[in-house]
């Protein structure tokens, strides 16, 4: 069983920052990728970010300069430090990871319960 649990988020003022936590646990053998997603009402769910086991990182323009993502892997977690955050921003923000549970199994994609981002004055 792998679990990814997500913390931070909440209701931040334009212009604020927040911070995204997310630790996974479990029956891994190996984590290649580690990101966060998001989904606004009515849209689709939009990558943010992603990093690799090696450090290679990628961004949704849209958060470019702003956000960034970084990784533990020794500890299995991942953070998204979000600054400059704008209204466009408000989101649940769910946690991914693409990993295997054994050395032969195929690569899975798992998911956190989301975390509520809300940018508002």
């Known amino acids: 069983q792998v679990q990814l649990v997500e913390s931070g988020g909440g209701l931040v003022q334009p212009g604020g920052s927040l911070g995204l936590f997310c630790a996974a646990s479990g029956s891994i053998f190996s984590i290649n990728v580690m990101g966060w997603y998001r989904q606004a009402p009515g849209k689709q769910r939009e990558l943010v970010a992603r990093i690799t086991s090696g450090g290679s990182t990628n961004y949704a323009d849209s958060v470019k300069g702003r956000f960034t993502i970084s990784r533990d892997n020794a500890k299995r977690t991942v953070y998204l430090q979000m600054n400059r955050l704008k209204p466009e921003d408000t989101a649940v923000y769910y946690c991914?990871?693409?990993?295997?549970?054994?050395?032969?199994?195929?690569?899975?994609?798992?998911w956190g319960q989301g975390t509520q981002v809300t940018v508002s004055s």
């Open positions: 991914n990871a693409n990993l295997r549970t054994r050395m032969y199994d195929p690569v899975v994609d798992y």
